[in-house]
């Protein structure tokens, strides 16, 4: 258990002390729906050395998406695909691909992507997604994670960086990070404080799938 005034009482595991330097830098493509803050944090531990790897390109499907102005504000290459534009899924996954293809991607990285992915992105980059999201998974998948934690009555929620799979919020866990429910929580402040972690360990749980990859 370990004490930080910006996230009162939390817990991460597994426990990591520095970030994995990898022989080679990783290809990372970053998929963002909205904020982007989860980009930011990934470009920043890049920048500050503690994770050898590039941003080789920003994919959002917002348009409104705050993330692409982050990407530009870091020099950054964004590329607006909007799902409203393709017939299905997998027409707009197949883009997707193309375009993470066409960029050199080895690793994608959601932040913050709200879109379920089909057989056609899965199967493209086989193991080497990795998902961030605001719940201990198993429990509470999908939208609305903290708001079903506080409606539950849980006493702990966190955040969950793992390997994505076809279902939704499942696949290996890399990391996870324990964070209390207050009695006067909103679904607000809990994610606020949630958001704090998911920001610690998405980089050390890029390091950590990478050099586990090998």
């Not at 970030?19 to 930011?40: E, T, W, Y």
């Not at 920048?47 to 920003?58: A, E, K, T």
Request: charged share 15%; aromatic share 6%; proline share 5%.
């Amino acid at each position: 258990m370990t004490f930080r005034p910006d996230s009162t009482l939390s817990l991460v595991s597994p426990s990591i002390s520095d970030i994995c330097q990898q022989v080679a830098p990783l290809k990372l493509g970053i998929m963002a729906s909205g904020n982007g803050s989860n980009f930011d944090v990934v470009a920043q531990a890049i920048q500050n050395g503690q994770l050898n790897g590039q941003i080789q390109v920003l994919i959002y499907n917002n348009p409104s998406a705050k993330a692409a102005v982050r990407a530009a504000n870091r020099g950054v290459e964004a590329v607006l695909l909007n799902h409203r534009n393709y017939k299905s899924r997998e027409e707009f996954d197949e883009k997707i691909v193309q375009t993470l293809q066409h960029y050199d991607v080895e690793w994608v990285i959601l932040a913050g992507w709200m879109r379920l992915l089909t057989s056609v992105f899965i199967d493209a980059f086989p193991d080497k997604i990795i998902n961030i999201h605001p719940s201990l998974l198993p429990s509470f998948k999908g939208i609305h994670a903290v708001e079903q934690a506080l409606a539950s009555g849980v006493k702990i929620t966190g955040c969950t960086a793992h390997i994505a799979c076809l279902e939704m919020d499942s696949g290996p866990i890399l990391m996870q990070a324990a964070v209390p429910v207050l009695p006067d929580d909103t679904a607000e402040t809990l994610h606020a404080r949630i958001q704090i972690q998911e920001h610690r360990i998405l980089p050390l749980a890029i390091a950590l799938a990478a050099s586990s990859s090998k």
